[in-house]
């Protein structure tokens, strides 16, 4: 979501015939049928985009892309293949687009999708952070995430690497001091982002082969499983604030926190939950599956549904 737009990308059950479809939020009519509204087809595999100012960076399997935000209007296009999956979108920082998973991270100007610098992370499962001029990358083989590197995203340069920690499945988070590896059997390690030492390790209770989704807010960094296992930890050094158990398949996506409150969205709920307590604070039943992450703009809450009436929903005051 940005200045009254979002921007959903979807597909078939394949994950083929795909398109990005951007929608008009403050439209009297329906936001599809705003003259503000666009759609971009591709063949398959989609990032989710990635949207600065009036410019959207998308990659799938087939290309990398820039569009004009304002119009769907293509401004430049690789030849080659990105990493398409929902979680690889690619980041912006210092003044250098970088995409990549599975495979290269490459370097663009974000002006013309020139090539700057390549990078060989191995093929590790896909997700890219960034903070202060640095781009944190996972690293490993056979699809095997067992690593993480820091590069200068201006130069590509590597700054640390390690590769001595255990599996995991799904992206990394990154705070105001730490950058957060989520491992197998619900491990949380806090890695410092000059060097990559581990500060501090937190848990919560996940089967061997399933990792966490966490995301930071302020100095507490959120935790979630596909199991409805909610945690908060301090992210200074790891201590549980609390903890929440829903009775709920609550799929393993980042967790989404607005102001004072975490939303939650189960297979036919969304939940909203004290970020200070945990608090359980309300819940309400949904006419259609999340097939995707939560966004919140507001006071408003919109999500992308799967079920009898298939669609883009809102949920407000």
């Known amino acids: 979501l940005a200045d009254g737009r979002g921007v959903l990308g979807h597909s078939d059950g ?3 015939d795909g398109v990005y479809r951007a929608l008009d939020l403050d439209s009297e009519t329906a936001p599809a049928e705003s003259d503000d509204a666009w759609a971009i087809d591709y063949a398959y595999g989609k990032s989710t985009p990635t949207l600065a100012g009036d410019a959207m ?3 799938t399997a087939e290309f990398v892309a820039a569009y004009d935000a304002r119009t769907g209007e293509r401004c430049w296009r690789t030849t080659e293949g990105g990493y398409g999956t929902p979680e690889n979108a690619p980041v912006l920082a210092a003044e250098t687009l970088v995409d990549g998973g ?3 991270v490459f370097g663009r100007d974000p002006e013309t999708g020139a090539e700057q610098w390549c990078y060989d992370a191995g093929e590790a499962y896909p997700g890219l952070v960034a903070r202060d001029g640095v ?3 996972p690293i490993g083989a056979d699809h ?3 690593g993480v590197a820091a590069l200068d995203a201006a130069t590509g340069e590597e700054r640390w690497r390690r590769e001595d920690l255990p599996q995991s499945g799904v992206p990394l988070a990154v705070g105001g001091s730490h950058l957060y590896y989520n491992a197998h059997r619900g491990n949380v390690f806090a890695l410092a982002l000059e060097d990559g030492s581990t500060q501090w390790q937190a848990s919560i209770p996940l089967p061997e082969n399933g990792s966490p989704r966490t995301a930071v807010a302020g100095d507490t960094v959120h935790a979630q499983t596909s199991r409805g296992s ?3 930890f301090d992210a200074a050094d790891g201590a549980t604030k609390w903890t929440l158990s829903l009775d709920a398949d609550t799929f393993a996506r980042p967790p989404v926190v607005a102001g004072d409150t975490r939303f939650v969205g189960s297979d036919d709920r969304l939940y909203a939950v004290s970020a200070a307590s945990g608090e359980n604070l309300w819940s309400t039943a949904l006419d259609a599956r999340p097939s995707g992450g939560l966004s919140v703009r507001g006071s408003e809450l919109y999500f992308a549904g799967m079920g009898r009436n298939p669609g ?3 949920v407000a005051d």
Do not use: K, N, W
Request: no cysteine; charged share 20%; hydrophobic share 45%.
């Open 14 to 16: 394949d994950g083929e």
């Open 57 to 59: 960076f998308v990659s």
């Open 102 to 104: 599975s495979a290269p």
């Open 135 to 137: 781009v944190y990358t």
């Open 144 to 146: 095997e995430q067992t």
């Open 230 to 232: 909610l945690a908060a």
């Open 312 to 314: 883009v929903f809102r």
